[in-house]
């Protein structure tokens, strides 16, 4: 009894002392700060965090970009959320997303550091998954109104009459569809479930669109790896992952009918062609889910860079805009190795304009 | 009946108090002091956590009142938040926990302590405590691609011959459900209790079997009639260290639990836990679910409070009941 104290007592010291430990270690310095910090020609270091979908595209294009400028670009994957919350407080220099922040998360972004850009970087799709032996991929088809109904569980067996008549060839087992969702809050969920609020007013008034909603159904699966293994293990099993992990990890997909209702299986082209001949706004806040382009594949969006109009230090500024602006150009080619789909031109026309608009002290950065 | 004096009275008796209450040297002093000073940073840390999850929690403390605990929605996009799925979910994946891990680990530590031959005690003894060794992911991962797949047939038969029982109705969907983060639970709650049940085992005294045994018991009539009783309070204790672990599991429990958020009975359904909801929407949460999500935390913390202090009473109550009843 008395040892037992003694060892909770030393814990507790052990606690206060790592808490009063220094902590200067591990944080990024903040970002924007007044005047030219950074003599030019020096090598200039920018921070970023953010996103985690497009991680394995901006490490390469960091890698890529170290080699033929002076800049190095540390980028941390903690998820859009994170990303949102840090450029916010101006603990980086940039921020990504695969979501567009929400009214409110944009007003305290602009208390703090005036108006904040979505500049779109690649993009990717989500690929409806399923597990029925038999049934190669692509060889299921289904309508928005059939998935919708499967994710509002009114659609409960395979061999369901909505489901058949759309698979006049296939034979459809009499099982339960397992239904399969991400568990955590995922950018992924958010692109899903735009698309589902688009096509399927019952979807977006009992559930709606955000990184995570309230699901009718059945199992969740942490991250794509989690919702992956599980549709691989539950016969009969629907979920949603990106497109580059069931590509890599050759789980069957859906072919989904699109807004011209033409069955399209996801691919990179078929993922660019989303924002392609559509209309885009200025600004680029825009889902391109259930594109009106017929060879467009409808779940499909952008991921963004996130970084306020008027940067404070102008080297770092100028370093950042000349980073993106060869990211939108020379690094669109990396992205196609990776699985990512590179932006179409009319989306990159748009970014372009959006790199112009970036000032220091009311002078634009860009040079060219 | 006199109360047989116990280690506690001999240490804490009168001859130490009276060495206690000498004048102190400042040596002495220092010493007590910085002890004292130790104690009350463990009590001020745990009242500063408390507060602060408080005053975060108040948003939606004030929103939802009693309705949060009594709710049974989680819906970011509305903003509704409602806890009970998550307080049943915690709850039943414990005591299905405690149901497997309790006579398990008996039956482990009364083997170890008293039947093993000397050669395996040790070997056995270390492979048990490797077991708390393992990182909770991994034991999540083995939980996902191992446990899961193996029970999904058992499930399956039991729900198709058994699901007239409410408790084994299907559907069944592979194996990832709440019996699923018990059994997980379990395991983990099984080298903990194992160890200190074998500790207390240990310290019975030889004599008590020997008489035991030389009345003409049994080897079961000794262990269960002498043994075990002697140790009880060990046991209780044991189990609610154990009970500890499984109410605040995180990782391997959102791995196999399913996930699903509703109040069911059906052991075969997706569910979910207080730990596991807070881990997998914190990162991605924004606004009142951040709120929402430190108030699930603040409950989680109550939860444990009381489950601690319901162990300490029964240990309590246990020792004295051996005291009063005599050995």
């Known amino acids: ?368 | 009946m006199a109360r047989p004096q116990t280690i506690e009275d001999q240490t804490h008796g009168r001859a130490w108090r009276s060495l206690l209450r000498r004048p102190a040297s400042p040596g002495d002093r220092l010493f007590q002091g910085t002890t004292l000073l130790a104690a009350l940073s463990l009590l001020g840390l745990l009242l500063a956590m408390a507060a602060y999850l408080f005053y975060v929690a108040w948003p939606s403390i004030a929103r939802f009142g009693v309705r949060f605990l009594t709710g049974s929605t989680w819906d970011p996009v509305k903003e509704v938040f409602g806890a009970l799925p998550a307080i049943y979910g915690t709850l039943l994946t414990s005591a299905l926990a405690m149901l497997v891990a309790v006579p398990v680990s008996l039956g482990v530590a009364i083997f170890l302590a008293e039947l093993s031959p000397r050669w395996l005690r040790a070997p056995a003894s270390f492979l048990v405590e490797m077991l708390a060794a393992i990182p909770s992911v991994v034991l999540g991962l083995w939980g996902l691609f191992v446990m899961a797949p193996v029970l999904y047939p058992l499930e399956k038969w039991l729900a198709s011959s058994l699901g007239f029982v409410p408790l084994f109705r299907g559907p069944v969907f592979g194996g990832v459900n709440f019996l699923a983060g018990g059994l997980i639970l379990s395991i983990m709650a099984l080298p903990i209790i194992t160890a200190v049940v074998r500790d207390a085992i240990l310290t019975v005294p030889a004599a008590q079997r020997e008489a035991m045994l030389a009345l003409g018991a049994t080897r079961w009539e000794a262990i269960s009639q002498a043994v075990l009783p002697y140790a009880r309070s060990g046991i209780v204790a044991a189990s609610i260290l154990g009970l500890g672990r499984a109410v605040g599991e995180t990782m391997a429990v959102t791995m196999v639990v399913g996930n699903g958020y509703r109040l069911t009975a059906r052991l075969f359904a997706p569910g979910n836990t207080m730990a596991s909801k807070i881990a997998t929407q914190f990162n991605e949460a924004s606004g009142l679910e951040i709120n929402a999500l430190v108030e699930l935390a603040l409950v989680l913390f109550a939860v444990a409070l009381v489950v601690n202090l319901a162990g300490r009473l029964l240990v309590r109550w246990t020792v004295a009941r051996a005291a009063g009843g005599g050995q």
């Not at chain 1, 507790?12 to 310095?29: D, H, K, M, S």
């Not at chain 1, 190095?72 to 450029?87: K, L």
């Not at chain 1, 805009?321 to 669109?332: R, S």
């Open chain 1, 1 to 368: 009894m008395l040892r037992a104290r003694g060892v909770a007592s030393l814990l507790a010291v052990g606690l206060l002392l790592a808490a009063c430990g220094p902590t200067t270690q591990g944080t990024p310095t903040p970002g924007p700060s007044a005047g030219d910090t950074t003599p030019p020609g020096a090598t200039v270091r920018l921070n970023g965090a953010g996103a985690t979908f497009p991680y394995p595209l901006y490490s390469k294009w960091f890698d890529e970009y170290a080699e033929v400028s002076n800049t190095q670009v540390n980028y941390q994957s903690i998820g859009s959320g994170g990303g949102i919350r840090q450029i916010t407080e101006g603990t980086v220099d940039f921020g990504a997303s695969d979501g567009i922040m929400t009214a409110q998360q944009q007003v305290a972004a602009e208390q703090r550091g005036g108006p904040i850009l979505h500049i779109p970087m690649t993009m990717g799709s989500v690929a409806v998954v399923y597990n029925l032996p038999g049934i190669p991929s692509g060889q299921l088809k289904l309508t928005p109104e059939a998935l919708a109904d499967i994710y509002l569980k009114r659609i409960a067996k395979w061999n369901d009459p909505r489901i058949a008549q759309l698979n006049p060839g296939l034979s459809l087992p009499n099982q339960d569809i397992a239904v399969v969702h991400r568990s955590d809050g995922s950018g992924t969920t958010f692109i899903f479930t735009n698309y589902l609020s688009k096509v399927s007013q019952e979807w977006k008034e009992k559930v709606g669109n955000a990184t995570a909603v309230n699901w009718p159904g059945d199992v969740g699966g942490q991250g794509n790896e989690g919702v992956a293994g599980q549709v691989r293990q539950i016969p009969g099993a629907m979920g949603y992952v990106e497109v580059a992990y069931a590509k890599q990890n050759r789980i069957p997909w859906v072919a989904l009918a699109n807004a011209s209702r033409d069955f399209i299986e996801p691919s990179l082209e078929s993922t660019s062609a989303a924002a392609q001949g559509v209309d885009l706004p200025d600004d680029m806040k825009v889902m391109v889910t259930n594109s009106s382009n017929p060879q467009a594949y409808p779940i499909a969006g952008f991921t963004w860079l996130l970084m306020f109009v008027q940067q404070t230090d102008c080297n770092k500024g100028r370093a950042l805009v000349d980073m993106m602006w060869w990211a939108l150009h020379d690094g669109q080619q990396y992205g196609t190795a990776l699985d990512y789909a590179p932006l179409p031109p009319d989306a990159v026309r748009k970014a372009e304009a959006q790199v112009r608009s970036i000032t220091c002290g009311s002078q634009p950065l860009l040079e060219r």
